[in-house]
């Protein structure tokens, strides 16, 4: 006899009260409760929601951290190796996928066998704030099989030979098959070792891929290795259209599927296949967050249309008007929606206030703001939590701030832009938006601290109190390499260079895409000054301010009213056309195509700018910008020639 409970799984196993709505539903909840909490479930299956903001609370009161029942299991997926994860913003454990699979891992725990079988959306496989809870899932069951059905348009995926990757469903994220299982005695023969083909192929297309003569990887004489803690994983990729996705997924079974079969090694435990020949050399080098101790991702709006403009006029006038108003009016003037409070309306007026707004003396809080790469806007900063904006992070802003800086922007994950090559690095000044690549993530790193007082700065030179943002320990290791310790701008220079290595970046390419970038020492002292060199060059480039880009090599001919009606390029006559009459000339295919963060920035920066006009600075800046990703292109082919003799590559 089958009988079906309707309950919510993420819920704690309690008998409930007697609930208003009848004694049917009563009795609906208590059965329900005591399926959870006394019966023996051995399988746990389902398609899990696809929510990035739980409908399932963490927290029962956050400012007092006290967790729900499922908050409480999810914080089992903060650690690793008996370590913290120390992610500055784990969100990403919170999506409702993720709390069903722990749901699921508990309570097979709790049965002592059985399987679980979800599909769900597939970050977790190599996202790296999902690597605790990769650990533990190898940790809780034997066998992992997983079948990657891709379909990530976030990504951009595309199948390895070019053709398009379709969604199995109408969504963007990707999604994967995870079928986890856990026997009785868990690990029953330490004395067994694995004897598995490496050389298995890992895709599933089509019509090749299906062969029933495969052994059973179920049954009892399959050749996994029962004794090890760390137990194996079993993959496969699937690419292609919808429909074909279908039809293999209808016929398919785990005795007919070509696996891969996958160990997961600490510290990130990935759950795809990695190409390892390399790793040892790669892990070598210093990962960006261990060289500036302090760092942390751009400034968080929530409301860039309001906070974020493109002249500090604007930024003015948009402050002055917003103090003036009642936060129901301050609502429908901004457009700023019923999801946001009165509350935290009014919050934004008071900080403005606080900080003056709107006498004149408040305009020395407008400041600018690298929103994306190469597009500098504006925004007014007082550096308070809830107020202005959102999250303004001032414990890194106040040092770009403060004096003279530069600050290193880095991204994480590079297979999240989607972009083949990974991009995602550029230079700042001042203040950096989260979003300054696609998908977001950009991670700042001043190049030095200043004081967070003024009484602790000179009077009349501030640099004088600011320190090097740069860690002692990498100090040390490259000072072994070149006999001195290096200026820091030589250390910033000689990282920028390495970073925009397309050789680098092509060797290390299946690294690059799943956490921050290590950097290799340099072997000796005059490849450490050449591209030291090089980086600086390339900095001075991106923040247009080197002195050959005030005569760009490209040019803006003919004159009109300057409006953005569309941006097209002509490849032939190397022109970008901004209407019928005007257009910026010349313009290289391969400058056009020049990609930041993710971003094809020549397009990005007048398409973001569709419909208005672009002032006289604005029309230089594009010209700037297009000469500077010009001498970029062939900085990096310098850069590529030094490296690859210097370190084989």
């Not at 790793?279 to 302090?294: H, L």
């Not at 970073?499 to 020492?521: C, G, N």
Request: glycine share 6%.
């Amino acid at each position: 006899m089958l009988i079906v409970h309707k309950i919510n799984a993420l819920d704690p196993a309690v008998k409930p009260a007697r609930l208003p709505l009848g004694e049917f539903i009563t009795r609906e909840a208590k059965a329900a409760a005591e399926v959870k909490r006394n019966k023996p479930i051995l399988v746990v299956l389902g398609n899990t929601p696809y929510s990035g903001h739980s409908a399932n609370r963490s927290y029962v009161d956050r400012k007092r951290k006290q967790p729900t029942w499922i908050g409480k299991l999810i914080e089992d997926y903060k650690q690793v190796d008996g370590q913290p994860l120390e992610e500055k913003n784990p969100k990403w454990l919170q999506d409702d996928y993720v709390k069903f699979i722990r749901f699921a891992e508990w309570r097979i725990e709790q049965t002592g066998q059985g399987v679980v079988a979800f599909i769900t959306n597939h970050a977790y496989l190599d996202n790296p704030t999902f690597r605790g809870m990769r650990a533990r899932l190898l940790r809780t069951f034997q066998r992992l099989y997983i079948v990657n059905l891709h379909g990530n348009a976030r990504r951009k995926e595309r199948a390895p030979d070019g053709s398009p990757d379709e969604n199995l469903f109408d969504i963007q994220q990707g999604v994967a098959i995870l079928i986890a299982i856990r026997k009785p005695n868990k690990f029953p023969n330490a004395a067994e070792k694995a004897n598995i083909d490496a050389g298995l192929p890992n895709t599933l297309d089509g019509d090749a891929n299906i062969d029933a003569g495969l052994p059973n990887t179920l049954d009892g004489d399959a050749n996994i290795d029962d004794g090890d803690d760390n137990a194996p994983v079993w993959y496969c990729d699937v690419w292609g259209s919808r429909e074909a996705k279908y039809d293999l997924l209808r016929e398919a079974t785990l005795e007919s599927i070509r696996w891969t079969p996958l160990t997961p090694r600490a510290p990130m435990y990935l759950f795809v296949p990695q190409d390892t020949a390399l790793e040892a050399e790669y892990q070598r080098g210093w990962r960006i967050p261990d060289i500036f101790p302090v760092h942390s991702v751009g400034i968080v709006t929530a409301r860039d249309g309001l906070t974020i403009h493109r002249t500090p006029d604007a930024v003015w006038q948009t402050v002055c008007e917003l103090v003036a108003l009642e936060p129901e009016a301050a609502r429908e003037r901004f457009r700023l929606g019923e999801r946001i409070a009165r509350e935290r309306i009014q919050s934004l007026i008071d900080d403005l206030k606080s900080a003056g707004v709107p006498n004149e003396s408040a305009k020395v809080h407008i400041t600018p703001i690298l929103y994306r790469p190469f597009d500098v806007r504006h925004t007014f900063y007082t550096g308070k939590p809830n107020g202005f904006h959102e999250r303004p992070r001032p414990e890194v802003m106040h040092h770009l701030l403060a004096g003279e800086n530069v600050a290193l922007v880095v991204g994480r994950a590079g297979s999240a832009t989607g972009d083949e090559e990974w991009n995602i690095v550029f230079v700042a000044q001042k203040l950096v938006d989260l979003n300054i690549f696609r998908r977001g993530g950009g991670e700042v790193y001043p190049l030095y601290k200043y004081p967070k007082t003024k009484s602790e700065q000179g009077a009349l030179m501030p640099e004088e109190g600011r320190k090097e943002n740069l860690s002692a320990a990498f100090l040390e290791a490259l000072a072994g390499v070149l006999g001195q310790t290096p200026v820091p701008e030589a250390v910033l220079g000689y990282l920028y260079a390495v970073l925009h290595s397309p050789a680098y970046r092509a060797r290390y390419a299946e690294f690059l895409k799943r956490d921050f970038p290590r950097v290799p020492l340099p072997p000796d002292k005059a490849t450490f000054d050449a591209l030291a060199q090089f980086g600086i060059k390339l900095i001075n480039l991106h923040l247009l301010r080197d002195p050959a880009l005030n005569k760009p090599s490209c040019k803006y001919p003919v004159g009109g009213d300057h409006r953005v009606k569309r941006v097209k390029y002509d490849k032939k006559a190397q022109r970008v056309w901004i209407n019928e009459e005007q257009y910026f000339e010349p313009v290289p295919p391969e400058v056009w195509a020049y990609r930041v963060g993710g971003y094809q920035v020549c397009h990005k920066w007048l398409d973001d700018r569709k419909g208005t006009v672009l002032s006289l600075d604005e029309r230089l800046t594009y010209q700037k910008m297009v000469t500077a990703l010009k001498r970029t292109l062939a900085l990096q082919a310098q850069i590529d020639a030094l490296a690859c003799v210097a370190w084989g590559w």
